[in-house]
């Protein structure tokens, strides 16, 4: 049997029944996958022999020391307008004209849409797709009318 005691607060001097567990002024004897479950309600100890605590019963915080997790760091997204300006700086215009405007106009290829579409999916289309005044509830119906509009533009 696992001797246990109740360290949350609020909860130090708890006298009374927990699932099956009988606590007496916060201490109580249950067997070690009792002493799991409550300790998934309440922050609770085990207590050794000398009722001196020896260790936190709780799953997530033994989880959290004691297997190896971790996280890959992803890059950020690129939006619909970083691509926009990526494409505009790879491939840029000679008119005098280009040079004037604030912002180039992108003629957008399938393949370029496809892309956005791998990368940001339907969201990034619609950035791309808004200013045309083209919606659609499937990417490819949105790449369609896109490339439509640009080239009747």
Aim: glycine share 8%; net charge negative.
């Amino acid at each position: 049997m696992t001797r246990i005691k109740i360290v949350q607060k609020g909860w130090e001097g708890f006298s009374s029944n927990l699932g099956t567990t009988v606590f007496k002024d916060g201490i109580a004897e249950c067997d070690e996958r009792e002493a799991v479950r409550i300790g998934a309600i309440v922050q609770i100890m085990r207590l050794d022999d000398e009722d001196n605590e020896d260790g936190v019963i709780n799953v997530g915080h033994e989880i959290t020391l004691t297997k190896d997790l971790s996280a890959e760091i992803q890059p950020p997204l690129q939006t619909a307008e970083a691509l926009a300006k990526l494409k505009a700086e790879e491939e840029p215009d000679e008119s005098e004209e280009a040079e004037t405007e604030k912002d180039p106009v992108v003629k957008w290829t399938e393949e370029s849409l496809e892309k956005i579409a791998d990368e940001n999916g339907i969201k990034g289309l619609r950035e791309i797709g808004e200013p045309l005044g083209v919606k659609s509830t499937k990417i490819s119906e949105l790449i369609d009318k896109i490339l439509e509009v640009q080239n009747a533009a």
